[in-house]
Nanobody
Framework: VQLVESGGGLVQPGGSLRLSCTVS????????MSWARQAPGKGLEWVSG???????DYADSVKGRFTISRDNGENTVYLQMDSLKVEDTAVYYC??????????????WGQGTTVTVSS
């Protein structure tokens, strides 16, 4: 299984970015998907997840600002990030599965994409 993220970069506070994660080697449309992040000097934080039926959930820290979606035809999950804050700066990872912060249950991760929010 391979997960490849893209879309990170440098953005000013209040700006937007859209992250993508494309999955190969797995039955994407039967799997939940998650996004997690790790800020500099901090531990891993679960951000959002989406079940195969499209139901979704978010961490309180991003609720109302981030939107997760999936395209089963493209084997891709997205994270639209709006109203970005400095504290959103982190390496963002996608993972196969939807287990919130039960990290040991995730078997497959992407390589990460860096998001920097700074003026």
């Amino acid at each position: 299984v391979q997960l490849v993220e893209s879309g990170g970069g440098l953005v000013q506070p209040g700006g937007s970015l859209r992250l993508s994660c494309t999955v190969s080697g797995s039955t994407f449309d039967t799997s939940g998907m998650s996004w997690a992040r790790q800020a500099p000097g901090k531990g891993l934080e679960w951000v959002s997840g989406i079940h195969r039926d499209g139901s979704k959930d978010y961490a309180d820290s991003v609720k109302g600002r981030f939107t997760i979606s999936r395209d089963n035809g493209e084997n891709t999950v997205y994270l639209q990030m709006d109203s970005l804050k400095v504290e959103d700066t982190a390496v963002y990872y996608c993972a196969l599965g939807f287990y919130r912060n039960s990290w040991t249950k995730y078997d497959d991760w992407g390589q990460g994409t860096t998001v920097t929010v700074s003026s």
